[in-house]
């Protein structure tokens, strides 16, 4: 299994910004896509952005021009950069990294990080 490592989140006001960093470790995987993933008080778990192997990208429309997911395959870490922050960005974020074992077959595997809260308020 993948262990997932995620750390940047906490308190910040509004207009501020933070920088999520998920560090995966684990052999004998090939990871493809990367994401963060956020579950607001009440809601449900909605995407944030992912990002391809190749580096493309993908955002929901609410963290358009605000948020930026990249990634350092060498490391094997995704990081989103978030800036601009509103109040409404409030969440446990989760990171997601999906991949194929190519030992197995290359049997999928989709494993999430533990979450880390994200607090935006004044």
């Known amino acids: 299994q993948v262990r997932l490592v995620e750390s940047g989140g906490g308190l910040v006001q509004p207009g501020g910004s933070l920088r999520l960093s998920c560090a995966a470790s684990g052999s004998m995987r090939r990871i493809n896509a990367m994401g963060w993933y956020r579950q607001p008080p009440g809601k449900q778990r909605e995407l944030v952005a992912t990002?391809?192997?190749?580096?493309?990208?993908n955002y929901a429309d609410s963290v358009k021009g605000r948020f930026t997911i990249s990634r350092d395959n060498a490391k094997n870490t995704v990081y989103l950069q978030m800036n601009s922050l509103k109040p409404e960005d409030t969440a446990v974020y989760y990171c997601?990294?999906?991949?194929?074992?190519?030992?197995?077959?290359?049997?999928?595997?989709?494993?999430w990080g533990q979450g880390t809260q994200v607090t935006v308020s004044s």
């Open positions: 990002i391809a192997s190749g580096g493309d990208t």
């Open positions: 997601n990294v999906r991949g194929i074992i190519p030992i197995l077959n290359n049997r999928p595997f989709d494993d």
